[in-house]
Nanobody, 122 residues
């Protein structure tokens, strides 16, 4: 029903910045929550940030100083702006969505994109 497609990843130098995009198609005209996650090689998936439509944002403590989530409802797209990239930010980044407020609060999402790779070099 809902398709999420990430883009914007790439290879960047430490200290650089990226803006990741998550474009949604399908039925997203009601309240909809979107989250960003990342997964580094050999590690578990890690929560990064989330935002409910018309609401505020929440971030993991490890990224809140450098990551900003935003949403453009006219384009049906959610963004993740990353500044001051560090090598430890290297991971596949995924966006996810849910229509459930309860699931959103628990960072449990029903729809997932395929991911976009971010690689940070020194």
């Amino acid at each position: 029903q809902v398709q999420l497609v990430e883009s914007g990843g790439g290879l960047v130098q430490a200290g650089g910045s990226l803006r990741l995009s998550c474009a949604a198609s399908g039925r997203t005209n009601s309240n909809f929550g979107t989250g960003w996650f990342r997964q580094a090689p050999g590690k578990e998936r890690e929560f990064v940030a989330k935002m409910w439509s018309g609401g505020g944002a929440a971030y993991a403590d490890s990224v809140k100083d450098r990551f900003t989530i935003s949403r453009d409802n006219t384009k049906n797209t959610v963004y993740l702006r990353i500044v001051g990239l560090k090598p430890e930010d290297t991971a596949a980044y995924y966006c996810a969505g849910t229509f459930s407020w309860d699931n959103y609060l628990g960072a449990k999402f029903d729809y997932w994109g395929q991911g976009t790779q971010v690689t940070v070099s020194s």
